[in-house]
Structure formats: C-alpha cells, structure tokens
C-alpha cells in the first residue's frame, strides 16, 4: 500500500509564510515515508493555488525521494505545448519524479473569466492529453486539433521519464472514467463520499481497460490525508 498526502491550502497569506511552510510540510511528509505529495489548483479563490506547476518545482527542489504530482490541474484552461514544457521541465528538476494528475475542474466562473468555454471542457481536455502525449513521446511532430494547433516541432527540454511523466486523469463521474481508460495511465477518483459508488466507478474503469486490453492502474492517490500540528 502507499500513502499520499495533499499540501494544503494557503490561508490567511498575511500573517504567516505560507509557501514557506509548504516547501517544509513537503520535507516532513518526505521524512515521514509518504509516496506522494499532491497540490491541487483553483484561480481566483484564496489559499487555492492558481500556478501548482510552479509550486511543484519548487517542492521538487528540496525533495530527494518522494513523487511530486498535481491533484487535479485544471488541463482543459491551459495552453497543452506550454503545459508540456513545463511539467517536462519539473520531471527534470525532480530527477524523474512528477505525475500530471488532470481533470475538467468545475466552476464555470474560472472559465468565463479565461475566456474558455466551459461546455467545451470535456472536447479540450481529449485534445490536450493527445498533445502532452505527443510532445513528450516524439521529436519532429506537428498536430492540427479542432481547439490546439502547432507547426512540426521537438519540445525541450525533452523528460525524463520514459515515454513521459504519467498521466493521471481524475473524475468521479463515468465519462471521465472512461477518458481516463482511454487517455490515461491512471484514474484518481474525485472526492466522493458513498463507498459504494466509489467501488462503482472502480469497476467501471476496470471494464474500460480491459475492453481495449490495458492492464487497469489504480496505484494514484484516492483519498486526501492532511499534516495536522
């Protein structure tokens, strides 16, 4: 079994030194023997971290061993090539250690005020992990997408982790499931809380897997545990 732990949220950013205290909460977790560290995203709402990729290569900087991952980066409201770069960039600077774990997110407000359509989400998000595929897999590629497009290029720097950093595609509802089977190198389940439905989505991916014969990976985080002081 592995453990995971999310980071948490940045409150009361005035009185304290919240990024600070982050980088040592990655340390302690570290220490503690956790696998993986998570950091989620939201724009425009305080104590959520709007950039997680940045926050992430800092935390892989002062880590030697554990995971560094996103817990969920809202893909569908990024540009995929920069995106790409980046995280190639943070599995550079961990020495091979960064998971994209990546969902659609949910509040419409984020959207309408990034100027993507939120109906759209879903279609992006199909695209996107083609293009992060893409780029980290292969040199000399072009791609002309419905929503991305790019001339014949190779990203740098190039990652790591071959053939890429996983893929981590999260969601609680069947048709992210079955994204996740199709797109994914892994699913994490959104924060439910019927066990039952839970089990549910679990076999759901379990069938999507081995209906285009791929071995079902349910290693990524599924519940969020907290360092308490």
């Not at 893909?75 to 920069?82: F, K, N, S, T």
């Not at 293009?131 to 991305?148: A, D, I, M, Q, T």
């Not at 048709?175 to 699913?187: F, T, Y």
Request: charge should be neutral.
């Amino acid at each position: 079994m592995k453990f995971s732990t999310t980071l948490p949220f940045l409150r009361d950013l005035s009185s304290r030194d919240p990024y600070r205290e982050t980088f040592e909460l990655a340390q302690v977790a570290e220490e503690a023997g956790f696998d993986t560290i998570t950091i989620g995203q939201h724009h425009f709402r305080e104590g959520d971290p709007s950039d997680p990729l940045t926050v992430l290569g800092c935390v892989a900087t002062r880590t030697s061993r554990i995971r560094v991952a996103t817990g969920i980066f809202i893909l569908p409201m990024h540009d995929p090539l920069q995106v790409a770069e980046q995280v190639a960039t943070i599995d550079q600077l961990s020495g091979g250690r960064v998971s994209l774990g990546v969902g659609t997110g949910w509040n419409q407000f984020e959207y309408e005020v990034l100027g993507v359509p939120f109906k759209e989400r879903g279609a992006r998000m199909e695209e996107a992990l083609k293009v992060l595929r893409l780029l980290w897999e292969k040199e000399n590629v072009s791609f002309e997408g419905k929503f991305y497009r790019f001339p014949e290029l190779t990203m740098f720097p190039r990652p790591i982790q071959r053939p890429g950093p996983p893929l981590i595609v999260a969601g609680d509802v069947p048709v992210a499931v079955d994204r996740a089977a199709r797109l994914g190198d892994m699913w994490m389940c959104g924060p439910v809380v019927d066990l039952g439905y839970a089990k549910a989505l679990s076999s759901i991916y379990r069938e999507k897997c081995e209906a285009i014969n791929r071995k079902p990976d349910l290693s990524s985080p599924h519940r969020v545990v907290r360092l308490v002081s």
